[in-house]
C-alpha cells in the first residue's frame, strides 16, 4: 500500500533562518509528487509539483523540493524562511494512472522572530 | 485563475441530521473527489467520481455516505445520519482529462461539525 512519511510533526525555526521539511514515499514506481500549505482555517494550497524530468522543482514563494529516487524522498527546501510561512506542510503523491492523492500526516512550522 | 469552490465554508448540524455539502469544480474538468480531515489528521480520501459513477471509494465511504452531480456544475456529498465522528474539514477536488500528471485542484474546504 501506498504510504507518505512526513517524519517532523513540528519544526520550529528563527526567522531568515533555512528551512527543511522531510517526505518519504512508499510506492513500487516514481508517483507523482506535491507539496501543499495550510493555514489556520483555510484550505490546501500547491507550493510545487515533481512530475519527471529535473529532480529540482522550484515552487511559489520561494520554496524548492528535490526528488531523489535512491531514497524515495521528495524534501521541501526554502533558504529563508518568513514569518508568513508558519503553517502545516503536506507532501502528497498520487501513482502514475491512479486516482487518489495520498498525503503525509504534515508537519507544523512555527516561526520566530 | 479558475478555482474549486465549496459552500458553506462552515456547517454545523446535530448528530442524526442528514448535511449535503456543495462544491463547485473547476468548469472543464471531468473527474471529482471528496477528501476530509479530521482536526489535527491527515487529509484522506474518500472518494472519487467520474462520468456520473464512483470509480473509487475507501473504506470511509460507507453507506451513510453518497456523492451526485445533479447537474453540470454542482457536485455534491451527502452524509445521511451525521456522527460526531463526522466533525471534519471537508475538501472537494477535480481534475481535468488532460492533465497527465494527475493533478487535482482543492477547493477552501468546508468544515463540518457535528453537535
Known amino acids: 500500500a501506498q504510504s507518505v512519511t512526513q517524519p517532523d510533526i513540528h519544526i520550529t525555526v528563527s526567522e531568515g533562518a533555512s528551512l527543511e521539511l522531510r517526505c518519504n514515499y512508499s510506492y513500487g514506481a516514481t508517483p507523482y509528487l506535491f507539496w501543499y500549505v495550510q493555514s489556520p482555517g483555510q484550505g490546501l494550497q500547491l507550493l510545487l509539483k515533481y512530475f519527471s524530468g529535473d529532480t529540482l522543482v522550484q515552487g511559489i514563494k520561494g520554496f524548492e523540493a528535490e526528488f531523489k529516487r535512491s531514497q524515495s524522498s521528495f524534501n521541501l527546501r526554502k533558504p529563508s524562511v518568513h514569518w508568513s510561512d508558519a503553517a502545516e506542510y503536506f507532501c502528497?503523491?498520487?501513482?502514475?494512472?491512479?486516482?487518489?492523492?495520498?498525503f503525509g500526516t504534515g508537519t507544523s512550522l512555527t516561526v520566530i522572530p | 485563475e479558475p478555482e474549486v469552490t465549496q459552500t458553506p465554508s462552515h456547517q454545523v448540524t446535530q448528530m442524526g441530521q442528514e448535511v449535503i455539502l456543495r462544491c463547485v469544480p473547476i468548469s472543464n474538468h471531468l473527474y471529482f473527489y471528496w477528501y476530509r480531515q479530521i482536526l489535527g489528521q491527515k487529509v484522506e480520501f474518500l472518494v472519487s467520481f467520474y462520468n456520473n459513477e464512483i470509480s473509487e471509494k475507501s473504506e470511509i465511504f460507507d453507506d451513510q455516505f453518497s456523492v451526485e452531480r445533479p447537474d453540470g456544475s454542482n457536485f455534491t456529498l451527502k452524509i445521511r445520519s451525521t456522527k460526531l465522528e463526522d466533525s471534519a474539514m471537508y475538501f472537494c477536488a477535480s481534475r481535468g482529462r488532460t492533465s497527465g500528471s494527475n493533478e487535482q485542484f482543492f477547493g477552501p474546504g468546508t468544515r463540518l461539525t457535528v453537535l
Open positions: 502528497a503523491v498520487t501513482p502514475r494512472g491512479g486516482n487518489q492523492f495520498y
